[in-house]
């Protein structure tokens, strides 16, 4: 039996820049041909930094808040963009050096959250989001392989908003720039992170005391007097904006790590083409890190009698036009590992060990500078079958400053038999020098403190590491649409505000436990109810405010309708029981305990309308149904409060266009 070789021919097609087949030249000068219901394919995939985890992008719409910068669980002291909180205990836990500034941390890019992407064809979003008062969010979004070995993300957004009360406006421009790279012989990788933060918000001091906002004149929100900043005019430009009173943040940071692999070769073989493999073995990295933080509080309009009436800081006799603190840090990290793969086809599984050396330098009320070396260790094991997914990390800081300083980290997550779900618990702990702003102070003749910052912080005593202990189990049943949570807390010498600007640290041990879940019930062909919700409770003198019961429900008319078109419409609730809210002062950026004031609200009541046509996502809301004032001729004046002295918003208007392109 004879046997003939039939070989294609490919002189008549064109190419791309990657070497995929676009098309047939057009030799007969014909362009009428039929479209290829292919052209607009695309295989696209990312994972976080520091992750091997592949992850797909979202395009779901039964969620708003999966793409709004600020999720559900934080409240805001009553502007799109000014300082926020969560709703749920989350204490700080990572050691070393921390300069004490986390009111704005939701609206920043780091390089944790940084997507580095794989696809087959340049892929761009483009988001733009418009609310009442001139709110307005622009998101750009675009990566792309210019090889199949090397990848660019770029990643801009700017958020501006007027806000409803006098002084309240902010700007914030986020820039991300990030890149990977790969030798073709698969041993050399290369990673950039370029990130560039800016955060400016007015700082009003919320309402002042004897300002009733149930019962203002024509029930406008900016004829409430405000602590600070009550004659100025509010600009609506969403570029060019200046801040007379308020808060600056600049962040700059980079990050490279590139790394050389030995390991085996192999390939396979086809008809056509030979792929090349490489199955690394051991590896040498090294990844270098600096950061530039600005932190600044201004007031170029100052009015001394607001300080010293509302803010409890009498301004110097010889400060008369304005008033400025400021701390800068500039960090330089160069950390070394070793990472081996015992298992050559699971990059899934390694051992890490590495060592870094820290620079840091500070200018604040003096120059301040620390050397530090740590050491560290890590471990992860995601097996090939996908059952097993262990994880164990450990950080020692054993030189330096903040020798002594650690962080330990286990998790272990079981996937169930016919895919039913998965079950994760795990254990960390972490000892900590308490942050830059609270503890870091000298000594006058006199025996008084002054803090190193030159933010208004004056600490009256020698502070002792921070110990936090947290104990999780996480449970996932996605056929039943189910996720359950626990986090137990165990903590010792918390370092917080007990005044506006006096830190404290807490002098008994106290533990938190938190309890979570979501569920989804499909009620009928098109109606699903969403639950989600958490219940904390303190045990113990803890300086720690936060809600027992937190939830939220959705109900929903969903599905998919005609060819292309995707819905979600229905409302939504959110409430959370009354609990005395942390205080927040703006001099220094810091939420403040309190335990004399209770935040009694009626529940956040939205209306929404989430809608998908292909690459397009469109969502609608009308917020704050729950303002309404019966007794006020239907005026939606009733006001929830998210601290003391700080309104929240009306009723309030959104609507967000997200468009996704395959170029």
């Known amino acids: ?47 976080y930094w520091d992750s091997t985890r592949n992850n797909k992008i979202d395009s779901s719409i039964d969620d708003f808040y999966t793409r709004f910068p600020v999720s559900w669980k934080y409240y805001d002291m009553g502007n799109f963009g000014s300082a926020a909180k969560s709703y749920v205990f989350q204490p700080l836990m990572r050691p070393g050096f921390d300069a004490g500034f986390h ?38 979004f675009h990566t792309q392989n210019r090889k199949s070995n090397f990848n660019i993300g770029l990643d801009f957004r700017v958020i501006n908003s007027p806000g409803t009360y006098r002084n309240q406006s902010t700007n914030i421009s986020n820039t991300r720039v990030n890149t990977f790279f790969q030798t073709s012989n698969k041993r050399y990788t290369n990673n950039i992170i370029f990130i560039a933060n800016k955060i400016l918000s007015s700082e009003n001091g919320g309402i002042q005391p004897n300002q009733n906002v149930d019962s203002l004149f024509m029930n406008n929100p900016t004829s409430a007097l405000t602590k600070l900043g009550s004659a100025l005019l509010t600009t609506r430009s969403i570029f060019g904006v200046t801040v007379g009173i308020g808060t600056q943040y600049n962040d700059l940071t980079f990050v490279l790590r590139h790394s050389y692999d030995f390991g085996q070769k192999d390939s396979i073989v086809t008809d056509s083409s030979t792929i090349k493999l490489f199955y690394p073995r051991l590896r040498f990295q090294h990844t270098l890190q600096y ?120 998790s272990f997550m079981r996937s169930l038999k016919k895919n039913i779900g998965s079950i994760q618990v795990g254990f960390q702990n972490v000892n900590r020098t308490p942050s830059f702003i609270m503890s870091e102070y000298n ?51 918390l370092a917080y505000f007990s005044g506006l600007y006096t830190p404290a640290q807490a002098s008994s041990v106290f533990n938190v436990l938190n309890i979570g879940a979501y569920k989804k019930i499909k009620v009928a062909k098109h109606l ?69 004031s209770t935040i009694t609200n009626r529940p956040d009541v939205d209306i929404y309308l989430n809608m998908r046509i292909k690459g397009f996502k469109g969502f609608v809301r009308l917020e704050n149904l729950n303002t309404v004032d019966f007794a006020n001729g239907f005026a939606f004046t009733k006001y929830n409060y998210s601290a003391p002295g700080y309104p929240e918003r009306g009723l309030w208007l959104r609507i967000g266009i997200w468009w996704s392109f395959v170029n």
């Open 1 to 47: 039996m004879a046997y003939t070789q039939v070989t294609r021919d490919t002189s008549n097609y064109e190419y791309d820049s990657q070497g995929r087949i676009t098309g047939k030249k057009d030799t007969t000068n014909q362009t009428l041909q039929h479209r290829d219901k292919y052209e607009d394919s695309i295989t696209i995939s990312f994972h």
């Open 103 to 140: 009111a704005y941390d939701v609206y920043m890019y780091t390089p944790e959250n940084t997507r580095f992407f794989q696809t087959t064809r340049p892929y761009s979003e483009t988001a733009y989001l418009l609310g009442s008062r001139a709110e307005q969010m622009i998101n750009l």
């Open 291 to 410: 950061s530039n933080k600005r932190y600044e509080y201004h007031d170029n309009a100052l009015e001394p009698s607001d300080y010293s009436n509302f803010m409890q800081y009498t301004v110097f006799p010889f400060t008369t036009d304005s008033l400025k603190f400021n701390d800068s840090w500039q960090t330089l990290t160069n950390d070394l590992a070793i990472i081996s793969y015992p298992q050559k086809n699971n990059l899934n599984q390694f051992l890490k060990l590495n060592a870094g050396y820290e620079n840091i330098k500070g200018q604040t009320y003096l120059a301040t500078q620390y050397n530090n070396i740590y050491t560290a260790a890590e471990y992860r094991n995601r097996t090939r079958n996908q059952l097993y997914d262990i994880e164990a990390a450990g950080k020692l800081y054993v030189t330096g400053y903040y020798a002594g300083d650690y962080s330990a980290y286990i």
């Open 443 to 493: 000594t006058y003749a006199s025996g008084d403190r002054y803090s190193l910052s030159s933010f208004p912080s004056y600490p009256g005593e020698s502070f002792k590491k921070e110990n936090i202990t947290r104990i999780f189990a996480v449970v996932n049943v996605p056929p039943a649409a189910l996720q359950l949570t626990g986090d137990y807390y165990l903590v010792t010498n």
């Open 528 to 596: 699903n109810w969403y639950l989600q919700g958490n219940v904390q409770q303190i045990a113990g003198n803890a300086p720690v405010n936060v809600p027992l019961v937190l939830g939220r429900t959705r109900f929903a008319f969903e599905g998919n309708f005609f060819k292309n078109l995707f819905l979600s419409t229905g409302f939504e609730v959110r409430y959370n029981t009354p609990y005395k809210a942390d205080d927040y002062s703006p001099l220094n950026g810091q939420f403040v305990y309190q335990d004399t």
